[in-house]
Nanobody, 126 residues
Framework: QVQLVESGGGLVQSGGSLRLSCAAS????????MGWYRQTPGKQRELVAR????????NYADSVKGRFVISWGDAKNTVTLQMNDLKPEDTAVYYC???????????????????WGQGTQVTVSS
């Protein structure tokens, strides 16, 4: 199985910064991208930032461009999201996401469309 473990959420004042990290563990063979989504109550989960493995060209939601930076972490299969100039509207549960992941489960190779972390709360006070 694959596990995504997020860290770094919390409470911060408007204009502050937070750094989220996500580590994917398991017998991972390949994935196409890692990224972050966020969700607030009553709304659909939305893409925040995504980093494709091959192209290494990040994609950002328009609402976070110029403020958030997604990058690969120092350890293998980790991704970080540096969030600067945070605004109250950034308040949400942030989910780590892996796109099109192949991994071993026992002796079997599994090709999954995606995998999600449990989520970490980010709260920005005004």
């Amino acid at each position: 199985q694959v596990q995504l473990v997020e860290s770094g959420g919390g409470l911060v004042q408007s204009g502050g910064s937070l750094r989220l990290s996500c580590a994917a563990s398991g017998r991972i063979l390949f994935y196409s991208a890692m990224g972050w989504y966020r969700q607030t109550p009553g709304k659909q989960r939305e893409l925040v930032a995504r980093l494709p493995l091959v192209s290494n060209t990040p994609n950002y939601a328009d609402s976070v461009k110029g403020r958030f930076v997604i990058s690969w972490g120092d350890a293998k299969n980790t991704v970080t999201l540096q969030m600067n100039d945070l605004k109250p509207e950034d308040t949400a549960v942030y989910y780590c996401h892996v796109d099109r992941i192949n991994y071993y489960s026992g002796e079997d190779m599994v090709a999954a469309r995606e995998s999600w972390g449990q989520g970490t709360q980010v709260t920005v006070s005004s």
